[in-house]
């Protein structure tokens, strides 16, 4: 399976953030796809500036912050996607045993 493109992963976030009811899974799963493709743009740039006869170090500073503010900000969304299938399995589970002890 191929990774939709980020206008086509847009498109889909929009879109769900305009339904009523709104899927929350689906809104982080896009959320961190596009995360992703920030965290390698962001990662291309940064190797090629390297090789820059302008290098700026200043630039290249911010340029790391900014890619490790996405990475945590990658890494607590995936936390918190376990968790919600953990919640959503467990609450599975609950539901299964109640059935079958009716």
């Given at each position: 399976?191929?990774?939709?493109?980020?206008?086509?992963?847009?498109?889909?976030?929009?879109?769900?953030?305009?339904?009523?009811?709104?899927?929350?899974?689906?809104i982080?799963?896009?959320?961190?796809?596009?995360?992703?493709?920030?965290?390698?743009?962001?990662?291309?740039?940064?190797?090629?500036?390297?090789f820059?006869?302008?290098?700026?170090?200043?630039?290249?500073?911010?340029?790391?912050?900014?890619?490790?503010?996405?990475?945590?900000?990658?890494?607590?969304?995936?936390?918190?996607?376990?968790?919600?299938?953990?919640?959503?399995?467990?609450?599975?589970?609950?539901?299964?045993?109640?059935?079958?002890?009716?």
């Amino acid at each position: 399976m191929t990774e939709p493109s980020v206008s086509y992963a847009l498109y889909l976030h929009r879109r769900e953030l305009g339904r009523p009811k709104r899927r929350l899974m689906r809104i982080a799963s896009t959320k961190l796809q596009l995360t992703n493709e920030l965290i390698q743009l962001q990662q291309r740039r940064q190797w090629e500036s390297a090789f820059d006869p302008n290098f700026d170090a200043e630039a290249s500073i911010q340029q790391s912050s900014a890619l490790n503010r996405e990475r945590e900000y990658r890494d607590r969304l995936k936390r918190s996607m376990q968790r919600q299938l953990e919640k959503q399995q467990q609450r599975q589970r609950q539901h299964l045993e109640q059935m079958g002890k009716l």
